[in-house]
């Protein structure tokens, strides 16, 4: 089967201004800034981010990349017959093809941010409007100055519905990402003390989180949540930006997306809501309570984007947890099985809280016990231990039996656990591995969370490594290869 057109290079390089070089190809399945995971036919943009993307533009062409994107100050490198658009920046001519995306489509375009819980959403998101109709959303946490552009021009002219995520660490930094995507409705799950360091306040926070809305399309609509403080704030910052409908979800008797009910399970919620005055009951397939807050924010901005109600609350059944941030693993034991949920992408107070409150839902095993283990929460300024410290209550609140922390800001937190609740502490993650991995045992619900540089993740996968499920082992055994066979890498 031969790949979707996603972009004629003629078109590309007209969006770009670019200058062409060699034998190029008429079209381009995909964009890719990876080489390692670029598919025959993409077009691969040599950004420079954490490492410069024009080092890898021959291991992508010799991938079977259809074509590369290169500054033109980097062009002399590869040689004349190499295919090449050129252009005088690389990221800023994939900002012009975004634009050209957003041109061309006649998608509705979402707009997501807030604190916490942007990409759960956006996956929701992506589920649930996938039942009406084609659906693009971004990859990953694709949220940032070159992620909102390249998911923007990944855009199939077909879809009909688009989600972008976007996120900051600085106030200024959604701004220029809403007025590219223009979104038709712009979402704010939340607002909670994220990068207070560079922010300082939860105000500052919001009003950094309501930059969505200055690039919202004439007639779009804001949703946003109604049971945090910072409501009014946001709403009055919709209306400033000269936003028509502003639209809430939550517990508030006020929201137009209200939660009625929920039974909250190990691994799935119940729910029964009212959005814009229709009563529905629906399942969730990934378990939660912030899971269901969002759940209504989806239900509201589906409806606010044209799609079927019905078919968007059947869609949420479908819905897993993602990785890293709540999937559930299961390892092998000698004398059973534990139960690891990793929440490890990354880490704030509200998201901690939340986690913690997950664990608190798990049925241990018989012997088994409820058992955090935590990594500091990072980028929080002159709080950071204070809100460190205060994890005691939600951690009571679960019942956890043990909790495992390291690094400086985690040191708060265990200084002010009782004893029997304190499992280990270490200075960082890989000293705290050991300690971890030889106090699993049956039975155990295990939970590692912490921010990005932490590197709690590397915990999660050294549960794995050392406790393999069997069916998987047998798995791997099965798929080795014959003794003096030979693989080609």
Not at 148 to 168: F, N, T
Not at 196 to 223: R, T, Y
Not at 451 to 457: A, N, T
Request: aromatic fraction near 4%; include cysteine; charge should be neutral.
């Amino acid at each position: 089967m031969r790949p979707r057109t996603l972009w004629a290079v003629d078109a590309m390089a007209d969006a770009m201004r670019a200058e062409r070089q060699g034998p190029l190809p008429q079209s381009v399945s995909g964009i890719s800034i990876d080489s390692r995971s670029i598919a025959s036919g993409d077009a691969f943009f040599a950004i420079a981010d954490r490492r410069d993307g024009h080092d890898f533009v021959p291991a992508a062409l010799a991938a079977g990349g259809g074509l590369a994107v290169v500054a033109a100050d980097r062009r002399a490198q590869f040689g004349n017959e190499a295919p090449l658009l050129v252009v005088p920046d690389v990221l800023s001519g994939l900002r012009d093809l975004a634009a050209a995306a957003r041109a061309r489509t006649q998608a509705k375009v979402i707009g997501v941010t807030g604190s916490v819980g942007k990409t759960g959403t956006k996956e929701a998101l992506r589920l649930a409007l996938s039942k009406d109709g084609e659906t693009h959303a971004s990859v990953a946490s694709y949220n940032n100055h070159w992620g909102v552009p390249l998911s923007l021009a990944r855009c199939p002219q077909s879809a009909r519905y688009a989600v972008l995520e976007m996120g900051m660490n600085h106030a200024g930094e959604i701004a220029p990402l809403s007025r590219l995507a223009r979104p038709h409705v712009a979402l704010i799950t939340t607002i909670a003390p994220v990068h207070l360091e560079f922010l300082g306040s939860l105000g500052n926070i919001a009003d950094a989180k309501a930059e969505i809305f200055l690039g919202l399309e004439a007639g779009g609509s804001a949703v946003i949540n109604r049971d945090i403080a910072q409501f009014a704030q946001l709403k009055r910052r919709a209306r400033e930006a000269g936003v028509g409908r502003v639209v809430s979800f939550g517990r508030h008797a006020a929201a137009d997306a209200r939660l009625l009910k929920v039974s909250l399970h190990p691994h799935c919620s119940a729910v029964e809501a009212q959005i814009f005055g229709t009563e529905l009951a629906y399942k969730i397939g990934a378990p939660g309570g912030h899971v269901v807050s969002s759940s209504l924010a989806v239900l509201a901005t589906a409806v606010l984007v044209g799609a079927d109600l019905a078919l968007a609350a059947l869609a949420l059944a479908e819905l897993k947890p993602i990785s890293g941030r709540g999937a559930p693993i299961e390892i092998d034991l000698v004398a059973g099985s534990a139960l690891v949920i990793d929440e490890s992408y990354n880490a704030n107070p509200v998201s901690v809280a939340a986690a913690l409150a997950l664990l608190g839902q798990m049925a241990p095993g018989p012997q088994g016990r409820r058992i955090a283990v935590l990594g500091d929460m990072l980028e929080l300024g002159a709080k950071g231990p204070a809100l460190h410290r205060a994890l005691v209550k939600p951690i009571d609140a679960a019942a956890v039996d043990l909790v495992f922390c390291c690094g400086p800001l985690m040191q708060k937190l265990w200084q002010a656990l009782p004893a029997a609740r304190r499992g280990g502490y270490a200075e960082d993650s890989a000293a705290l591995e050991g300690q971890v991995l030889s106090a699993i045992r049956a039975g155990d619900v295990v939970m590692v969370k912490g921010s990005l540089g932490s590197r709690m993740g590397p915990i999660v996968k050294a549960l794995q490594r050392a406790y393999p499920r069997q069916d998987t082992l047998e798995r791997a055994l099965d798929e080795q290869p014959l003794e003096g066979a030979s693989a080609q890498g």
